[in-house]
Every structure is written in structure tokens, then in C-alpha cells.
Nanobody, 123 residues
């Protein structure tokens, strides 16, 4: 089992950048596919990005492709989400999630979740 703790959220102006971090506990971190999801008020939780166990494969939602970058640091048991060129529509609570097996884009595929971190982008 793995426990996840996100950090790095905050308030930023449109066009700005933030880097989210997700620290994982447990010795099996490298065996999990890791993903980032977000949920805005009144909306469903949506996929943002995912990264394979080894970090060699990534996938992104079309809405963030070219602006966001997911990465993982095995030695630090940490997953990052670098967010550039932020837009007001990126405002949401961002969640880190982990799963066994293959990469996935659906929240119900992920067994482990952090508590979320708020990202607010002002226009």
C-alpha cells in the first residue's frame, strides 16, 4: 500500500507557473503507475496526466498537453506536475493517485489517492 501527500498548490495569475509535488510513502512506489487528476467545483474529477512505473512513458489530457509535464523521482519517492502557461480554467483541486498495472485515464482505475491541493488561477 502507498500513502500520498500533495503540495505546491496556490494562487497564481494567468500565464504563470506552479509545480505540484506528490510524496509517496512505502517501498513499492516504483511499482505504481502515478497520475494527476483535478476536480473543479460542480464538475467531475478529470484526468490530467499519468506516468509509467519507470517514468519512460507519459500521457496527458488534450487540455494540458504542451503546458504540463509529469515526472517522477525514484530516489525521492516523489511525482511532480510542472504546470506552465496556466489558465483560469485550470483552477481546481489537484489530486495525486496511484495504481497497479498499466497506465489509465479513469479515476476509478486508481486505488490510492492523496488529499488534494488547491490551484487557483486568476485572470
Amino acid at each position: 500500500q502507498v500513502q500520498l501527500l500533495e503540495s505546491g498548490g496556490g494562487l497564481v495569475q494567468a500565464g504563470g507557473s506552479l509545480r505540484l509535488s506528490c510524496a509517496a510513502s512505502g517501498r513499492t512506489f516504483s511499482s505504481y503507475v502515478m497520475g494527476w487528476f483535478r476536480q473543479a467545483p460542480g464538475k467531475e474529477r478529470e484526468f490530467v496526466a499519468a506516468i509509467s512505473c519507470g517514468g519512460g512513458s507519459t500521457s496527458y489530457a488534450d487540455s494540458v498537453k504542451g503546458r504540463f509535464t509529469i515526472s517522477r523521482e525514484k530516489a525521492e519517492n516523489t511525482v511532480y506536475l510542472q504546470m506552465n502557461s496556466l489558465k483560469p480554467e485550470d483552477t481546481a483541486v489537484y489530486y495525486c493517485a496511484g495504481k497497479n498495472g498499466y497506465s489509465g485515464r479513469y479515476y476509478y482505475e486508481y486505488a490510492y489517492w492523496g488529499q488534494g491541493t488547491q490551484v487557483t488561477v486568476s485572470s
